[in-house]
Structures are given as C-alpha cells and as structure tokens.
C-alpha cells in the first residue's frame, strides 16, 4: 500500500477547495497528496450561491452575480441593493474545470476514480478501502459520509433544504438580470415553508427552483407542477426548458463533529459545514479550508479543528422552531427582512455578527415563540 500524506475523499466543493488550497502553498509542495472521488468530475452537475464583498478567491469562475436582490411574502416584499455584497453564482463544471487544471500541474497529488468503502483510523496511519485497492494517509480529509447516525438520533432534529430547479430560455426578454429573487413565499404554504428562488441569467435565461424547508421530500411532478404555476403567474409560456437540476441538503445541528479522529476530518456537509438554518455551503466551506490549510501545517489533532459558536444555539433554536411548526417560516423570514437592514441579514448569516449586533436581530424576531423554543431545548439537553 502506498503511503500518503494527505487524503481528500470526495472531489465535491469542499474536498476540491481543500486540495486547490494545498496546491498553490509551498508548504505543501514536498508532500504527496491523493484525491479520491467515484465520479468524473466533468459536467454541472451542481449551482452553488453564496454573497461576498466585491473580490473572492472564486472570481475567475462566477458565471453571474447581482448586486440587488428581491424578497417577497404576502407580508413584505422589497427589491433591494445589497451593497458592499454581490450575489454570485458558480456552476459546477467551471469550477472542476478551474481546480482541476492546476492539480494536474503538480506532480505531487495524484487522482483517482474509485469509491471508498471503509476508513479506519489506526492511530499511527488512516486505512482507506475502495472498490479496487487499498490506500494508508497520515492524515485524511472526507467529505463523503459513511454513517447515518444523524438521521438515527432524536436529539437535534433533521430538516432538509429539498428543490428542484428548471433552467429556462424565453423567446422574448422577460426577466430584470439584474435582480436575484432570493426568496419568495407568494406561493402555497401547504404548512411548510416553501418559496421560489429565481436567478435570471440574461434578460431571456434564468433558473427557477421550487424549494421547501421540511422534514419530508416531495414527488418529482409536486415540485415541477409549482414552478409551471409559477410562470403561469408571471406571464411567463413561450419557453423551453434547456436544463434541470435537484437537490436535498441536510438541515441539522447534530454534531458530525463527533464522528472524526485524530487523523481523520469530515469535511462540507458531511462535517456539519452546510449553515442549518438556511442550507448554504459553498461560502462557508470556503473560509473553513482556508482555516484548515493554517491548521493541517500544525499536524495537531484533527478532530479539535473546529469547536461550537454561538451561532450554533441560534441555528438550533430556528431549527428547533421549524421542526415543530414548519408552517411558520414564511412569517419568520418576512419578519426578518422587514425590520432589519439587508446587509445586516447577511453578515449575521454568514457569522460575523458582534454580540450587540445580534441582539439587534433578536429584537426584531417575536420573542415569545423563541422563548418557548429555549424552554424546550434547556429541557431536551437534560
């Protein structure tokens, strides 16, 4: 068995990330570094969103951004600038393509197409089986998930951010390029929290997704017969759908945390890094491989990479609350947007709220159904 340094399993956004981080360190040019993934990573077969300030370490491959964005519910509605931030897209190709391109200049990482089907910590080295061989890796990075034991637990509740998204072309110009409908919830709640999230890409392309907030997935034609409705209700019917996409991304506060080792690091979804309260992924496993790339140069534990913040309560308590009256997102989030500042939403979603600044926010929220969601939990952490 040949050894490696470092082991990424999972050529996704987070493990690629990881690697292209590696690749253009010094640091990291003498180790050997293998990528395993089962795929060819070669088509779209992903849309990823996320808000930033003017520049970003992903700016070569952004396909779109929007520098306003529109909300709307039957309680509030509002087409806003979003400045400093811009709204940005990536389609997945690109990014392969991007990230892929400079691997394959350093002869010190090595890809294959395999599946893992078992890793093992043996203390001095990690042992990884696929379907064809095996690997040793002093230290192992996964963004590949092996165990269901946050589906099997009862104590932090499991929502799932489920969609499915038609990328369109009219014949005629019938969308404003230049807004991004982040939500709108002037569709039937059906008690969930269901919306439709619009990106126009030109004046005659956009992507539409039928996206819930719930505990339970959809039929494929449940999804597919809102959107039609949708556009029906927005003049939109010379078109052509020229592309679709689906998605299910877990919404939880279980710890993943618990299931790494000292050498070995879930990572993206599979290590909690997926934002509960909204299903937003890209951004964050941005900043946490940057954090991890300082710490890997450690060679400390891994498994005390990344600790609990206070946003960890606060995604508990929303989830907490969506779980037991899902119905109530729509007023939750059009409550949200209604009395505070656009630019102050996304810095407290992206965590980087001061203390004083998120008190601000919970001011905002109706405190009674908070506090009962805090009673709950003191008394289900017993």
């Known amino acids: 068995m040949q050894k490696y340094d470092y082991i990424i399993i999972g050529g996704g956004a987070s493990g690629l990330m990881l690697a292209y981080r590696m690749a253009i360190d ?52 509002n087409q806003t600038l979003i400045s400093p931030y811009s709204y940005k897209l990536i389609r997945s190709k690109y990014f392969y393509e991007f990230v892929l391109k400079t691997l394959k ?55 799932h951010q489920h969609f499915i998204g038609w990328f369109i072309k009219t014949e005629a110009p019938a969308f404003d390029s230049d807004t991004a409908t982040f939500m709108d919830f002037k569709v039937p709640q059906e008690g969930n929290t269901r919306f439709m999230y619009v990106l126009p890409l030109s004046e005659t392309e956009a992507l539409f997704e039928y996206t819930l907030f719930s505990e339970h997935v959809l039929e494929k034609h449940a999804y597919e017969n809102e959107i039609s409705r949708y556009l029906e209700k927005k003049g939109i019917e010379n078109y052509t759908v020229i592309e679709k996409e689906k998605g299910c991304i877990p919404m939880t506060c279980y710890e993943f ?51 609990r913040t206070k946003f960890w309560y606060y995604d508990l308590l929303f989830l907490d609350l969506l779980y037991k009256e899902n119905q109530k997102g729509a007023f939750l989030f059009s409550r949200l947007f209604k009395k505070n500042k656009i630019t102050k939403i996304l810095k407290f979603l992206d965590e980087e709220t001061s203390l004083a600044e998120d008190l601000k926010i919970a001011r905002s929220m109706p405190s009674f159904i908070f506090l009962k969601m805090i009673w709950y939990r003191i008394f289900n952490d017993q």
């Open 26 to 77: 010094s640091f990291f040019d003498q180790k050997q570094v293998l990528i395993i993934d089962k795929e060819n990573k070669d088509r779209n077969d992903r849309t990823w969103c996320f808000w930033e300030e003017k520049k970003g370490t992903w700016d070569a491959v952004v396909s779109k951004k929007w520098d306003q964005i529109f909300f709307g519910s039957d309680d509030y509605s």
């Open 105 to 159: 200049t350093k002869s010190n990482v090595t890809l294959v197409q395999q599946q893992v089907v078992d890793i093992i910590d043996e203390g001095n080295a990690v042992e990884i089986e696929t379907d064809q061989q095996m690997y040793l890796g002093d230290k192992v990075f996964s963004s590949v998930l092996f165990s269901l034991a946050y589906k099997n637990q009862q104590k932090y509740p499991v929502l």
């Open 257 to 307: 945390r618990k299931q790494n080792s000292e050498n070995v690091l879930y990572i993206g979804t599979a290590g909690g890094w997926t934002k509960p309260s909204t299903g937003y992924t890209f951004k964050n496993a941005s900043k946490k491989t940057k954090s991890l790339i300082a710490y890997i140069k450690k060679n400390e534990d891994v498994s005390k990479f990344d600790t």
